[in-house]
């Protein structure tokens, strides 16, 4: 009915509207509705019968909005009746027969009750009132149902739930509506709806019983207004019945439009009705929705909000707990809801969490959100509002003076919405609020008195009002007032009421829950306290949300105090910083002071707020006072004083901040309060505040220590806060020194650099000392952002007016900018800033922002000091200091042990060879008789093998362990080696070996069980397993994967095997450093209990020193136990964690790299005479340092980088005499030194626009990238104790070398008996530091560092030539291809040059010295000469340095950092020098005669090895250095000889040891990705190779670039005379054609098939068109005797012919062989021809007649890339036929000859033909002249450069040239096997290769008899063929 009245609005369904308003109000509703059912069924029948007849339209007449009997426009009163034609009446039919048919509905509803009561049958079903009142009682009670009768029950559970849920939330879509309904529009009706709302929301907070009481007669109210105020709305939108009533009550039409009525609109037309469709459905839902909380929810949310009930249901969800998942069932949304059901404990979890949170919280944001409103803009009415709030944050949240304030901050705020809303009202006066501030200047403007201020005054004009001063703004309908709509101008009020309504919820739900699990006031999880909060994430988050603000809101406080001063900068802000310089004094000594004065604290913010709010807000206009300060202060310090000001008023959004900060101190002033009760359980679970004396708390005696063991990420977190965050301060200090340049930032530096020269030693010192420092940095950094803001009054106020003062006087301005520039002062007030820079200093430079970042971490520090958990970083710290050269004497240990191992390896293999030569020798002297072989020649005894050499010694020739271990080790798992499996056995076949492999494991480990009862149940264990795996291989069988995931799995295992394989290599690495690192944890451990107790039972804290004598007893270190317990603990984890732990540890192992990484990367960014002693001193002294660099060299860096940083600071300062002179090249000495931005130079190099410098550069950040990297090396050396000075590392060698000399075993108690006496030398850093300069140079000893590099040895020997030689091979590419930033012609490049067959001298100099240093380093390596590798390496770094740092930049004038291909040779050469230092230190190995490509038997060695041997003249040069450098008896020949034979060996071993790897089974076919894979790919290229000419030319059009004519030149000659006339292309002349008019073109000539074919090939960009100019561009200088002569052959017999010639010119590309191609064209003159006459007359008399030449011209011509052109003969014909033309061919034309005279001879050429002068010819007539001559070019392609050198021999060369090249190339490499079989298919070539490996042996220990025989046992394996066969035989 509702529906149907607002819809439709007319009188006939105003009775609808009356009648369902009133049925609502019937205490039986439903039995009125049944009643009235018949009449409204026929009523509406009735109606609907109407509506038809209505819309009907007779005799086809269109009616436009016509009835059949009335016209609606024209007669409106009987349109209102609703009888009324419409444009489409069948969807209005249609929605009226719906409406209908509800009626209908309803009818039978009641006919169906009518018959149940009268007990006859009725359809399946029952009353809805029946169904809804049994709903409970079917729930409780269950009955045993059927299955069919399941979905039903289920139906009624769900029925019951979703009425529980609306009973509870119905009320929530009322106040919904409510609100909405009031925030529509300013109308009257809507202002009671808002009064209503009002109303609700604030009896609510005042009194929930009282609410709860009345909510029932308030919704009566609100129903029966909304129907009174729905019914005057229907009535009164007929527009006669609104004029009635304004003619009858003569009510103005303001009143009419307030009360939402506008006369002058008629809602039942046009777009009005919709207006009203608006206003009623609103209402209407309205009403639905309050009438259905009446009559439905209203009793049962009444019963769910009762106390009982309500703790009742709070009580079951404490209660609840998971039930197991129920079954499940076909009903999808059951088992939905049974999940749903399932998750409920956790979500009840989840929301009692949340509800408490924001029960705790939420008062909080109802503070902010209202403040945040009225610091928008100040009025009035927010001054009051701000005065409440402020006095509300003095109470405590749970007291009845907070629940006052907030309940007078609602009702004002209440009070403040219905003022804007009454405001709105065209009836409300508002000259109320008016006043006329006349004076002599009042300006009257578009009929008001406008405010206009006077200039420089601040006084008020005209009229003036206050409305704005209050707060009252009037909306404009076109939207340019203070907001566009009603919502948007009260919305934030709106928004308050409905956080303080949800305050009062959730606090009486809180309230509720407190009666059910008490918990303390402020907490949100209760379970968690101090003591747990570090056993899991879980519970320490919620420790964090529980009392966050308890433990660090002071510190909070602070930072929000120094935020709100550098948002402010005025003098509030002054203010401000001198109160927290008093609160920070106070906090320093105890946390107890501060509290005292706290309130007092609150008390002056709480004061300073409104009255800066009251500054903002200033006087009420309408007053017309004026300002006492306007005419004394200026207008900045009137700002900056934050003085009120009718044109400048004080910004009153800086207050937001200020609110924020009263706000934080207000919850702190809570704080102190609880920390004052004793026994205040808040405070006992937190913890306390109060900093402990010397003795720790008791809780420390059972705290977990994170340092040692990690639990869960709770430790990770503590332990990387409480270690790492210093760093990070350090850091941050360090930055906030460089960013700016002022005086403040030498305090930073100064005190960063005290930290990092201490580190974390610092922290071994007593707490008290280090809280006292550190106070002391932290005070620095606020008394630099105390000055800062006290000095913008200078910047503000002073500065600009004594920069023009200085402007105006003869005084520059500089000497003004000594302070700002010194002190960084620069207004940074809101009102008053600029972008511009003042004297230098930026806004960034100026501001706060790295100090309170600076302040910040400072804070968090002073707060890690002051825990007790940092009782353990002491622990740790003083443990490693104690035992900080421990770890040294355990790693030396373990590097002799290694070196002695390989001495003992390297001793027994030399022995082993022989005793075997020895054997051979005794063998040969008994079958020879005894004869001596001294007197035989090297010649006779390389040839003088024989078979006994092999005869019974052939079970020497076996593998050796070295071997074995190879194989070993192949048998890991690799990517390469699945790979490899892949490839022979498909993806299936790989991941079903692997399974056998895992199968295989699991058996073998089950069968290791060799117990009784154990052995037993492993074999029963076994038979189980092997069950299974039948059971599993059957079911594998029966349902195989598919190829999808097979793939899958594959991906899968291949990513396992790479990660797995990347950790080995990566555990290698780190081995000895984590052994080491086990045994300094043991003996940590013991250490740091010591200390523990210690600090639990002293008073006065321990001293680290005291604890130096408890070193524990090492014993000897065991290194495989510990590998192999720690793999057994790794194993137990996930791939990822073992991942990121290997990359952790390599990492932790090499932290030099990152040292020296950082170094290099420094230089190459600065590249400076500052920076260039960092990398000579790393790549020297450090790199090059036995064993490792003392602390000495890196204290050295640290020392030189802070000096770095401190010169650089000092000369950022602009006052310097030379900073006014312009940077123009790279060796200006502020660039050489670094003390100025190379970006500068740039701007010149590059003629870049650099008008202004880069202000934001900073000069120091590759210097805080080394102090970091230094400074985490030096924690990684005192945490595996390995920092030793220069004294204790000597005492190290000496050690060894005693040890090694005397007995390897001693060496372990040597190193024992060391470690007592190294420890009173490394303890204490602080000796070091202050050690005197001859100390430190009697400790960098010269000549004691040469000895320990040449003769220590603490490294096994190892082969760094392959990285070496690398390393130089690369920068020897890079000199070649980017020789451009190495010349010293900077722009050309090499191949510019080489285009020009030109080499310059400096590039083949550079090419020779490269070379150069790869031959010396190669013959130091053969020579194994230590000290001439160290000699060389030392001069090349200086000489490398020289030549990029001076040399080069003198050459190209490109300063070092910024030439980028320099600075990667450098890096490169900078690898090479670090190679170089690890193969100086553990020296040359035994064996370097072997390619370092063969050390290995792999695909990729073997791919590598096959390239070395490709390469031109590398495999002869290396083997004639070998021969060069090496000791040995062979000549050159023959030495060519054994390196071939090795080479073949390798090249069979390689393929051997592949085939032992992957072994492929017999009578197996090959796997098809192997044949589809290899065989495709082998297929595919030689495809490739046979067809790739054709296809290369066959797409010449779309790869190949156009080649169109640029000139064309026309010349016309006889015999060989001066040319007659001579023609050149003009501008213009040449054209191309578009692709329509090529499409035309093949149209018209598609008769032809020729000529079709011929325009296929050419596109439009090939086909030119050229036009040339008929009269000659030369005049006609023949001489006389020449002329003469001409006339004398043309009147004679003999032959002479016409010569036309055309040139044509292209531009000059690569692949064009002719930029210019020319062709001619001969016509014959015959003696007696008409020509020749014609000819001979004009010549001779000048008066003779045109002389005709007929048809011998093509007008179509090809220009090939190279060659003559052509004429395009399928497109024309001569002579021409019939079926020519039929076919468009064009036949030829001819030429007509003047000779013309003016002051000069001239001939005049035309074209003579019948076809017109067009791209597309057309037959013009007869044969005549043309003025023009016209041809048409068809230019081939020609190929880019990438492929004109295959292409440049045409497609027949390419042929001969390519494919029968590669052709017999290929032949070659796949014919000819079986007469190489013999060598090629060696079964087993480990022996021959062992021969091969004893030869290099032997020869480079200097037996060279040895190597003499066994080349000779070598010779004769390869003579003799059945010897070669039994020692190749595989073994088995």
């Not at 057994?1128 to 790299?1153: C, D, G, I, K, W």
Request: aromatic share 14%.
């Amino acid at each position: 009915m509702l529906g149907w009245a607002v819809v439709y609005p007319s009188w006939t369904a105003f009775v609808f509207l009356v009648l369902g308003c009133v049925l609502w109000f019937f205490p039986d509703s439903r039995k009125a509705t049944f009643i009235s059912s018949p009449a409204l069924v026929a009523y509406s029948v009735v109606l609907c019968f109407i509506q038809y007849v209505c819309s009907v339209n007779y005799g086809g007449i269109d009616y436009n909005n016509t009835g059949l009997f009335f016209n609606a426009s024209s007669d409106y009163a009987i349109a209102t009746i609703g009888l009324i034609g419409y444009d489409y009446p069948a969807s209005v039919i249609m929605l009226k027969m719906f409406f209908t048919m509800l009626f209908c509905v309803v009818l039978r509803q009641l006919r169906r009750e009518n018959c149940f009561r009268g007990g006859r049958t009725v359809e399946r079903g029952v009353r809805l009132s029946s169904l809804a009142s049994s709903m409970d009682a079917d729930v409780e009670a269950e009955p045993d149902v059927d299955p069919d009768g399941a979905e039903d029950l289920f139906i009624v559970k769900l029925g019951h739930k979703l009425s529980e849920w609306l009973g509870k939330y119905w009320l929530l879509a009322f106040y919904t509506l409510l609100l909405i309904m009031a925030i529509q529009e300013p109308y009257i009706y809507r202002l009671i709806y808002m009064v209503f709302f009002l109303y609700s929301a604030i009896t609510l907070q005042f009194h929930y019983p009282f609410w709860r009481f009345t909510l029932k007669m308030f919704l009566i109210v609100v129903a029966v207004y909304s129907v009174i105020a729905t019914l005057i709305v229907y009535i009164f939108s007929f527009h006669d019945v609104l004029i009635s009533f304004k003619n009858a009550t003569g009510i103005s039409a303001d009143w009419l439009t307030d009360l939402g009525f506008d006369p002058e609109i008629n809602y039942q037309e046009g777009t009005a009705s919709v207006l009203l469709l608006s206003r009623l459905i609103v209402p209407a839902l309205l009403l639905v929705t309050v009438m259905l909380q009446i009559h439905i929810f209203h009793d049962q949310f009444m019963q769910f909000t009762e106390e009982n009930q309500v703790v009742k249901s709070i009580a079951e969800d404490f209660e609840a707990v998971e039930e197991p998942p129920p079954e499940p069932t076909k009903n999808l949304l059951e088992t939905f809801f049974n999940f749903i059901k399932s998750l409920l404990p956790s979500v009840n979890d989840v929301f009692y969490s949340a509800a408490r949170m924001t029960t705790i919280h939420l008062y909080k944001i109802v503070y902010i959100a209202p403040v945040y409103i009225i610091t928008r803009e100040p009025t009035a009415f927010g001054f009051i509002l701000l005065i409440v709030l402020d006095l509300g944050l003095f109470f405590n949240p749970e007291g009845k003076l907070s629940k006052l304030c907030l309940l007078m901050s609602q009702f004002w705020i209440g009070i403040i919405v219905l003022a804007k809303m009454l405001y709105q009202l065209y009836s409300i006066p508002k000259d109320l609020l008016m006043a006329n501030c006349t004076m002599e200047n009042e300006t009257l403007i578009n009929g008001t008195y406008m405010y206009i201020p006077l200039e420089n005054a601040d006084v008020l004009v005209g009229q003036q009002s206050s409305a704005a001063w209050l707060g009252l703004d009037k909306l404009r309908p076109d939207g340019t007032g203070y907001a566009d709509s009603l919502p948007q101008y009260i919305g934030g009020y709106i928004s308050v009421l409905i956080g303080f309504t949800a305050l009062v919820l959730f606090k009486v739900h809180d309230h509720y829950r407190q009666k059910v699990s008490p918990t303390p006031a402020g907490v949100t999880f209760p379970s968690i306290t101090l003591d747990n909060l570090d056993e899991s994430l879980k519970k320490f988050l919620g420790y964090l949300v529980n009392h966050t603000f308890n433990r660090f809101g002071l510190e909070i406080c602070f930072v929000t105090t120094t935020v709100v001063v550098s948002y402010r900068q005025d003098v509030i802000g002054a203010i401000y910083v001198l109160l927290l310089a008093a609160l920070l004094l106070l906090n320093m000594y105890r946390r107890m002071y501060v509290r005292r004065v706290w309130f007092l604290y609150l008390i002056i913010l709480a004061l300073l707020l409104p009255a800066q709010y009251l500054c903002a807000l200033g006087i009420p206009p309408t007053l017309c006072l004026a300002y006492p300060w306007i005419s004394t202060l200026a207008d900045n310090l009137r700002i900056w004083l934050y003085l009120p000001s009718y044109v400048y008023p004080p910004e009153v959004t800086l207050l937001f901040a200020d609110s924020l900060q009263l706000l934080f101190v207000a919850l702190q002033y809570r704080v102190f309060i609880a920390e004052a009760e004793n026994g205040n359980e808040v405070v006992r679970v937190a913890g306390s505040n109060e900093e402990f004396d010397l003795k720790p708390p008791d809780r420390f005696k059972d705290m977990h220590d994170f340092t040692e063991e990690k639990r869960n990420f709770v430790d990770v977190i503590f332990a990387t806060l409480f270690s790492y965050w210093f760093w990070l301060c350090l850091a941050m200090l360090f930055i906030t020194g460089t960013q700016n340049i002022n005086l403040y930032c030498f305090g930073y530096l100064l005190s960063c650099f005290y930290f990092f020269w201490h580190g974390l030693d610092f922290t071994t010192k007593s707490r008290r000392a280090i809280i006292r420092t550190w106070n002391i940095v932290l005070y620095y950094n606020f008394f630099v952002i105390l000055m800062k803001t006290w000095l913008q009054i200078l910047g503000c106020v002073f500065l600009d007016d004594l920069l023009v003062e200085a402007s105006k006087t003869e005084n520059s301005q500089s000497s003004v900018c000594y302070a700002p520039e010194l002190f960084s002062i620069k207004c940074l007030n809101v009102q008053l800033q600029t972008d511009e820079e003042v004297c230098g200093v930026s806004k960034k430079e100026a501001g706060l922002m790295w100090d309170i970042l600076c302040f910040v971490a400072l804070l968090i520090q002073r707060r890690i000091f002051l825990s007790t958990y940092f009782l353990l970083i002491m622990c740790e710290e003083r443990s490693q200091s104690a035992l900080s050269s421990r770890g040294a004497s355990l790693l030396n240990d373990i590097s002799a042990k290694k070196v002695v191992k390989q001495q003992n390896n390297y001793e027994k293999e030399m022995v082993k060879i022989k005793k075997k030569l020895d054997r051979i020798r005794q063998r040969t002297l008994r079958l020879e008789g005894g004869a001596s072989r001294e007197d035989w020649t090297h010649f006779d005894v390389i040839r003088s093998g024989d078979g006994s050499f092999f005869e019974e010694g052939s079970d020497d020739e076996t593998v050796t362990e070295a071997d074995l271990d190879e194989d070993d080790q192949a048998e890991q798992a690799s990517p390469m080696k699945l790979i490899m499996t892949t490839i022979d056995e498909g993806m299936e076949g790989s991941m079903e070996k692997k399974k056998r492999k895992s199968i295989d494991s699991t058996h073998a480990s089950a069968s290791e069980n060799e117990d009784g009862e154990g052995s037993k149940a492993a074999e029963d264990g076994e038979e189980d397993a092997l069950q299974g795996s039948g059971e599993g291989a059957e079911i594998q069988e029966e349902s195989k994967p598919g190829a999808v995931q097979t793939t899958m799995d594959w991906i899968k295992e291949f990513c396992v095997v790479c990660i797995t394989w990347t950790i080995n290599r990566l555990n290698e690495i780190s081995r000895d450093y984590r052994t080491v690192a086990s045994q300094i944890d043991e003996e940590q451990v013991v250490q740091k209990r010591l200390f523990k107790e210690q600090m639990q039972d002293c008073v006065h804290e321990p001293d680290p020193q005291s604890s130096a004598d408890a070193v524990v007893a090492v014993s000897d270190v065991q290194i495989d136990d510990y590998e192999e317990h720690w793999q057994e603990q790794l194993e137990q984890r996930s791939l990822l964690y073992r991942f990121f732990n290997a990359v952790y540890t390599a990492f932790m192992a090499r932290t030099e790299f990152i040292c020296y990484l950082a170094i290099i990367i420094c230089h190459m960014s600065y590249g400076t005479l500052l920076s260039l002693p960092l990398p000579l001193v790393a790549l020297t002294w450090g790199m090059l340092s036995v064993p490792r660099p003392a602390k000495t060299f890196w204290n050295v860096i640290l020392t030189y980088v802070m000096v770095i940083v401190m010169i650089k600071y000092l000369f950022q300062f602009s006052f310097w005499p030379w900073t006014d002179t312009s940077i123009i090249s790279w060796y200006d000495p502020r660039l050489l030194f670094g003390i100025e931005d190379t970006d500068v130079l740039s701007c010149v190099l590059y003629e870049e626009a650099c008008e202004d410098p880069p202000v934001d550069s900073y000069y120091a950040t590759y210097e805080l990238l080394v102090l970091l990297a230094v400074f985490i090396h030096r924690s990684v050396l005192k945490r595996y104790g390995l920092w030793k000075n220069e004294r204790e590392l000597n005492e190290d060698m000496r050690q060894v070398k005693l040890a090694s000399v005397s007995n390897p075993a001693d060496l372990t108690n040597a190193s024992m008996q060391e470690a007592s006496s190294s420890q009173d030398s490394s303890n204490a850093e602080g000796e070091e530091t202050g050690a005197s300069p001859k100390k430190l140079t009697s400790g960098l000893s010269l000549r004691r560092w040469f000895r320990n590099i040449t003769h220590g040895k603490l490294l096994t020997t190892s082969d760094y030539y392959a990285p070496m030689f690398l390393c130089d091979f690369v920068n020897f590419i890079i000199s070649i291809f980017c020789y451009n930033s190495f010349g010293s012609n900077a722009g050309a490049s090499v191949t510019d040059y080489l285009s020009s067959n030109t080499i310059p001298i400096d590039f083949l100099v550079l090419l020779l010295v490269q070379f150069l240093f790869i031959v010396i380093d190669r013959a130091l390596y053969l020579q194994k000469a230590v000290f001439g590798k160290l000699i060389y390496t030392v001069c090349l770094i200086v000489l490398v340095h020289v030549y990029v740092g001076f040399i080069l930049p003198a050459l190209n004038g490109i300063p070092f950092n910024q030439n980028t291909v320099v600075q990667i040779f450098y890096f490169i050469k900078c690898l090479y020098f670090g190679f170089s230092a690890w193969q100086i230190k553990s020296g040359y190995p035994s064996g370097v005669l072997g390619n370092f490509l063969t050390t290995k038997y792999t695909y990729v060695n073997l791919v590598l090895y096959y390239g070395f041997i490709l390469c031109p003249f590398l495999l002869e040069l290396r083997c004639v250095m070998d021969w060069m450098w090496t000791a040995s008896s062979m000549s050159l020949s023959t030495w060519f000889v054994m390196e071939d034979i090795f080479s073949n060996i390798f090249i069979l071993k390689c393929f051997r040891s592949t085939e032992a790897q992957h072994p492929t089974k017999r009578a197996t076919n090959k796997g098809r990705l192997m044949k589809y894979g290899f065989g495709g790919f082998v297929l595919t290229s030689l495809i490739l190779v046979v067809w790739f000419p054709l296809v290369i030319f066959s797409f010449a059009n779309t790869i190949y670039n156009p080649n169109p004519p640029v000139q064309c030149e026309m010349r016309v000659s006889i015999g060989g005379f001066q040319d007659l006339f001579f023609v050149r292309t003009q501008t213009g002349a040449i054209s191309s054609v578009t692709p329509e008019q090529v499409e035309a073109f093949k149209a018209h000539m598609d008769k032809s098939a020729s000529a079709s074919a011929f325009l296929n090939i050419y596109e439009a960009t090939d086909i030119n068109t050229i036009m040339l100019n008929g009269e000659s561009t030369a005049i006609w200088g023949i001489t006389t005797p020449s002329k003469q002569d001409l006339i004398r052959q043309l009147n004679g017999t003999a032959d002479i012919s016409l010569t036309v010639s055309l040139q044509f010119t292209r531009q000059p590309q690569e692949g064009l062989t002719a930029g210019i191609i020319s062709t001619q064209y001969f016509y014959n003159l015959t003696a007696g021809s008409t020509a020749r006459n014609d000819l001979y007359k004009q010549i001779s008399d000048g008066n003779g007649p045109q002389i005709n030449f007929t048809a011998f011209l093509p007008r179509y011509l090809v220009l090939p890339a190279s060659g003559l052109p052509e004429v395009a003969k399928d497109l024309h014909c001569n002579p021409c036929t019939d079926t020519d033309f039929g076919n468009n061919l064009l036949p030829y034309h001819g030429l007509a000859l003047n000779l013309k005279k003016d002051e000069f001879a001239y001939w005049e050429v035309e074209e003579r033909g019948n076809y017109t002068q067009q791209f597309i010819p057309q037959k013009d007539g007869d044969i005549h002249d043309y003025p023009h001559l016209f041809y048409v070019t068809f230019s081939e392609r020609i190929a880019p450069d990438a492929v004109s050198l295959i292409t440049g021999s045409g497609i027949i060369g390419l042929y001969i040239g390519l494919v029968f090249v590669v052709g017999q190339f290929i032949r070659t490499l796949t014919s000819g096997g079986s007469y190489v079989i013999m060598f090629n298919d060696l079964p087993n070539v480990d022996k021959i290769m062992k021969i091969c490996k004893d030869l290099y042996f032997v020869r480079e220990n200097g037996e060279l008899d040895l190597e003499e025989e066994l080349y000779a046992k070598l010779v004769y394996l390869y003579r003799s063929p059945p010897t070669m066969i039994e020692w190749t035989k595989k073994a088995t």
